[in-house]
């Protein structure tokens, strides 16, 4: 029964944990609520979990010290520019992630399928609850201040992070689980939940997010397609309701977009046609007005700093190299250049692991019953969206959606499913 119990209060944590994720840089005292609670159920895990994870595969071990000391060599490089004091802090939260990481894998590798459904499904609960309080925040006149970031683009909702990419990164996370129970299970309040996420999604104004929801979807279905050859013809009813669900998102924008003018003077100027406020960062004419100027920015420092730079002050070397006082504005590009070409490419492998077992489990779904199959689908879906977002500020958040998923990935229940 002592394990029994412990076992509860850890699904209970992990759903607690995911839930309260949006909650970004809320917290008491200078501690954010979602760190303590990461905190503590780490410690749970180590000190009472001990069955789940006291095997862990010696290949992850060793995966998580290459990590470490790729941090250690990041740390370094910003020792060298005398950024000590700014990088260790961060520095010993990606060690600290990097633990959770290895943990994680192990722990999600031998729990039951229900109870990864249950930490899904209640987690989707708390993410609506925390949800509906920033957009109670975001409608009311007196409180909107507090989750707005207000730029040339008029208001772009930010939740209770420092800054917009952050909470938008996050929300990407919760549509992929809000995703899976609206799929798994058509409730109103999943329904309900699934509506609430894209209406904040649009509220932030990030392309990354929106357009990358909108491609995922179909990108996932061409996965479908191409690598389940008994799901291909189950899936073309996909094609019909993503192109109804592309038209939605597109008028649900620009009615969002007026009404937000109108009502509350909250300009969303990438949605309003009318809007006299369009998109332009002028550097040098046009220098900066297209994403593609901020990637070739990145590539560029990249190639002056094929060692890395560390994790500070990426926005002063690359205006230094190439005259643009912005970061790159590429996850990818960002993690090459804090630790250079060589240790990146041990945080980039792990979404290349986490695709490579996404194609070889997609080979094992037979039917629409299948719990597996909404999973594997969430997986994918978000999986594909990161290749959209932009910052990697909010890192923590992808890294333990990563490693929830190779421990799934991994886990037996793809070796128990029948034709």
Known sequence: MKVLSVDRL???????????????DFGFFGLKINVIT????LFV????????????????????????????YALLLDVLKGNFLDSIFFSISKIIIIIFFVINVEYFRKIELKDIIEIISKSNILITIVNLVILTFALTPSLMENVYDYSQYGGRLKGFFAQTNGYALVLNFNIAISIYCFLNNKKI????????????AIMTQSRGLIIGNIASLFLTYLIFSF???NMRFKFVWFVGIGGVFSIFFTLLASTLASFMNQYFGIELSRFNSESDTNYSNKVGEDEISERSSLFVAGLNTIMQNPLGIGFTDHEIEIFNVTGIPLISHNFYLENILSF???FSLLWISIFLYVFYLLLKRVKNIYNFESQNLWILF????FQLNIFFMTHAS?????WIFMSMAIGVLKNKIWFMVRK
């Open 10 to 24: 850890v699904i209970f944590l992990y759903s607690l944990f995911l839930g309260v994720l949006a909650t970004g």
């Open 38 to 41: 990461g905190l503590v159920l």
């Open 45 to 72: 895990i180590i000190f009472f979990s001990k069955k789940k994870i006291q095997y862990i595969e010696v290949a992850n071990i060793l995966f998580g010290f290459l990590l470490c000391f790729s941090v250690i």
């Open 189 to 200: 309040f999943n329904i309900f939940s699934l509506f609430i996420v894209f209406i904040l």
């Open 227 to 229: 690598y389940n050859k």
């Open 340 to 342: 250079g070409v060589f």
């Open 378 to 381: 969430s997986l994918i879906f």
């Open 394 to 398: 909010e890192t923590i958040y992808i």
